[in-house]
């Protein structure tokens, strides 16, 4: 018998009971369509944190003496003061190979003017390359550049959520700012950074460090530094490097501790691939989970319909049917239950991803790959689960089949 006519038989057979077929393949589509979603979601979060560590970086630090006393330390006859990271910052540029480089970063909350609106902002005082080690180019207008930070330029780039606030739909390159009494122009806008949690990357304005210092900040000084490590070169070894430095710059002895705090993007970057895999994993075994217990009820199926069919069974191989046929017949069919189900179940988890994003809010990410591993393991499982049946079958004996009641 060909395969042809064994497709033949197994749709006949399958159609003979459409309500037992339609039971038994919802096993498979409930399966298939959880893998979908499932992981749908795990793969729009593993994009999304792909995403943010892109727009962040994985290659720079922060150097800051948060958690740390600010009174100043006394070694010998000198008297330090912990917080002077500009020339810190100018120093590891100087001194440290593996840098590329590095700014003090001066940091307020403060209210911002415009012809047009108020708002309360993120204000920073920053070197021009800021926007190198931050990755963070401007989506118009242009960056701060070096003359900026050397002439006290009032000048100032600003993120999109503060133009949206300040100016609306307007340009607002060539416009100008008032911040704590002080008019700044506004020369660019930063390319969009999005969220991370509560966090909006781009409620920020940034201003040449030497202005800022002048004009807004005062007599605050920084406490916070970015460095930056060359491309290519492991963040770690900069962050060694760096450590080792500032601890001979601040006359640190062996046994003292760390006068600041390093807490590198690298090791962040890190741990959220980790959860992002390991969530991907999770939610794969539970859709697995799901497409093994619709297996079962497959192979369940199966065994019933070989008891229900042993007389024609005894039949068909008394007339001249090998084992092997029967074997076939019954294995195609458990096949051709799965992989229509899982065709049905890659439309039904399609269809609830696409629900669970317009009405629910959820991201998902549907592709065709997920659908044809889907597809592949729902045949899989046909195959598997289907084999015992149809092997079983295929063992009867043509004599105690015809006699079976």
């Known amino acids: 018998m060909n395969i042809f006519s064994l497709i033949a038989e197994a749709m006949i057979s399958l159609g003979k009971n459409k309500v037992r077929t339609g039971l038994s393949m919802l096993g498979i589509v409930i399966g298939v369509g959880a893998v979908i979603v499932l992981v749908a979601m795990a793969q729009a979060t593993k994009t999304r944190v792909e995403l943010e560590i892109a727009r962040m970086g994985d290659d720079w630090m922060w150097i800051g003496t948060w958690g740390i006393a600010k009174s100043g330390a006394r070694k010998g006859n000198v008297e330090r003061k912990p917080n002077q990271t500009r020339d810190d910052a100018y120093a590891i540029m100087e001194n440290c190979s593996l840098i590329r480089a590095a700014t003090p ?54 993120g999109q959520t503060v133009v949206k606030e300040l100016f609306g739909s307007i340009n607002p390159v060539g416009e100008e700012i008032t911040v704590k009494g002080a008019r700044f122009e506004v020369i660019g806008v930063l390319e969009f950074k999005g969220r991370s949690g509560a966090r909006d990357y781009d409620d ?99 065994l019933v319909s070989v008891t229900e069919r042993t007389r024609e069974i005894g039949l068909r191989m008394a007339i001249g049917a090998h084992g092997f046929d029967i074997l076939m017949q019954f294995l195609i069919e458990a096949v051709m239950l799965c992989t229509l189900g899982g065709i049905i179940g890659i439309f039904v988890g399609w269809g609830a991803s696409h629900l669970l994003t317009s009405y629910r809010g959820y991201e998902t990410q549907v592709s065709i790959w997920i659908a044809a591993v889907a597809l592949g393991f729902a045949s899989a499982t046909g195959i598997f689960f289907g084999f015992y049946p149809a092997f079983r079958a295929s063992r009867l004996e043509p004599i105690e089949a015809l006699r079976y009641e």
């Open 204 to 302: 920020e304005i940034i201003f040449p460090y030497k202005v800022f210092q002048q004009k807004i900040a005062g007599s605050e000084i920084s406490s916070t530094m970015l460095a930056a490590a060359h491309h290519g070169i492991d963040p770690k070894a900069a962050e060694r490097q760096v450590r080792s430095f500032l601890r001979e710059r601040h006359n640190l002895r062996p046994d003292d501790p760390d006068d600041f705090r390093i807490w590198a993007t690298s090791e962040s970057a890190q741990l959220k691939e980790e959860s992002s895999e390991s969530l991907e994993w999770l939610l794969g075994m539970i859709a697995g989970v799901a497409l093994v217990v619709g297996g079962v009820g497959i192979m369940n199926i199966m």
């Open 105 to 158: 970063s001066n940091t307020m909350r403060m209210q911002v003017k415009s012809s047009y609106s108020n708002y309360q902002s993120s204000v920073r005082g920053v070197f021009p390359n800021y926007h190198d080690i931050r990755r963070w180019p401007v989506a118009w207008g242009r960056e701060l550049n070096q003359a900026d930070q050397e002439t006290a330029s009032p000048v100032c780039v600003m």
